[in-house]
C-alpha cells in the first residue's frame, strides 16, 4: 500500500480545510489509517485515527471537536475534515497506516509503518 496526501493550503483562523489520503492498492479492514502533523524542530504529533472498520476514531485533546475522521472504503480514501482552524494547527500533515494497534498505542507513530508525503497547512491569524 502505497499512501498519497493531498488538500493542504492557507486558510485563515478560523477557516476550514479538508485533507485527504489516498492509499493505492487495496488496504486491508484490519489496517488503521491515522495522521500526524509536525512543525519544523518538533516531533511528529498524532492527530486522529481511524481503525479498518471505520467505526471507531480517536482525536488528540487539541483537535476533538473541530477535527473529524472518516474513511470511504469504496475509494480506499481517508479524510480529515479540519474546522475552526486556529495559528498553532500550522504544520504539514502526513496521513499513516498500519495493523490496527491496540487502543493504548494508536497515538504512537511507530505503530505505523507505511507513510506518504505530507501536505503543508498554514493558519494566518
Known amino acids: 500500500v502505497q499512501l498519497q496526501a493531498s488538500g493542504g493550503g492557507l486558510v485563515e483562523a478560523g477557516g476550514s480545510l479538508r485533507l485527504s489520503c489516498a492509499a493505492s492498492?487495496?488496504?486491508?479492514?484490519?489496517?488503521?489509517t491515522a495522521w500526524f502533523r509536525q512543525t519544523p524542530g518538533e516531533g511528529r504529533e498524532f492527530v486522529a485515527v481511524?481503525?479498518?472498520?471505520?467505526?471507531?476514531?480517536y482525536y488528540a485533546n487539541s483537535v476533538r471537536g473541530r477535527f473529524t475522521i472518516s474513511r470511504d472504503s469504496t475509494e480506499n480514501t481517508v479524510y480529515l475534515q479540519m474546522n475552526s482552524l486556529k495559528s498553532e494547527d500550522t504544520a504539514v500533515y502526513y496521513c499513516?497506516?498500519?495493523?490496527?494497534?491496540?487502543?493504548?498505542?494508536?497515538?504512537?507513530?511507530?505503530?505505523?509503518?507505511?507513510w506518504g508525503q505530507g501536505t503543508l497547512v498554514t493558519v494566518s491569524s
Open positions: 499513516a497506516t498500519g495493523s490496527n494497534p491496540i487502543t493504548s498505542a494508536v497515538r504512537s507513530a511507530s505503530m505505523y509503518p507505511v
Open positions: 481511524i481503525r479498518g472498520s471505520g467505526t471507531t476514531t
Open positions: 492498492g487495496r488496504p486491508s479492514s484490519r489496517h488503521a
